[in-house]
C-alpha cells in the first residue's frame, strides 16, 4: 500500500520531506494555513492548503500517557513503545483549538483483562 501511495504522490508532484517533523500548526481566522517543521537546516514553514494530521499515537510517552489517559505505564499497562510516537501531533491539534478529550488506551483494557482472566484461573484452581 505504501509503494502505490508513494508512486501516486510521485505522479501528482508531491514533495516528501524526511527526517522533518512538524513542531506546531499556524491559525489563521480559524484555519490552519501553515505548518512550522524542523529539519537538519533549521525550522522552516511550509504553506498548506489543508493539514491532516497523521502522526500516529502517544504509547511512547509515559508522560503524555499519565497526563491524558491516564494511566500509569509500566503499572498499569505495559504496552510495546513505537518510537517516535508520543503525541505532539494531539498536543497541536489541541493547542489549535480541537476539542480536548481524555485517551483511552486499548492495551490498558487488554493489562486489565489479563489481570481478572488470571484471578480467575487462580480461583478455581485453589477450589478444585
Ligand atoms: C507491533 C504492532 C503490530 C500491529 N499489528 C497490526 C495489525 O496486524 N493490524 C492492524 O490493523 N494494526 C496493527 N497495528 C496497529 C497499526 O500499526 C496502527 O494502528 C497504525 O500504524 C496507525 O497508523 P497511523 O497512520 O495513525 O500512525 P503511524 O503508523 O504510527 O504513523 C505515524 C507517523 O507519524 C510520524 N510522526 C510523529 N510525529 C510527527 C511529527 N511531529 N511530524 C511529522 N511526523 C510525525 C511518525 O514518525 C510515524 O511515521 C500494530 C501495531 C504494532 C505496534
Known amino acids: 500500500m505504501i509503494k502505490a501511495m508513494t508512486e501516486r504522490a510521485d505522479e501528482l508532484g508531491v514533495e516528501i520531506l524526511l527526517e522533518t517533523p512538524v513542531k506546531s500548526l499556524i491559525k489563521e ?3 490552519i ?3 512550522v517543521a524542523n529539519d537538519k537546516e533549521g525550522d522552516l514553514e511550509v504553506y498548506a492548503g489543508a493539514v491532516i494530521i497523521s502522526t500516529g499515537g502517544f504509547g511512547d510517552s509515559p508522560e503524555f500517557i499519565k497526563k491524558h ?7 498499569d499497562i505495559f504496552s510495546y513503545r513505537i518510537p517516535g510516537l508520543t503525541g505532539d501531533g494531539i498536543q497541536m491539534a489541541w493547542d ?4 480536548y478529550v481524555i485517551l483511552i488506551m486499548y492495551s490498558y483494557m487488554y493489562t486489565r483483562f489479563l489481570k481478572y482472566l488470571f484471578f480467575f484461573i487462580n480461583f478455581f484452581h485453589k477450589l478444585y
Open 29 to 31: 481566522d480559524g484555519e
Open 96 to 99: 489549535a483549538g480541537a476539542a
Open 69 to 75: 489517559a491516564p494511566y500509569e505505564w509500566g503499572k
Open 33 to 35: 494555513i501553515d505548518v
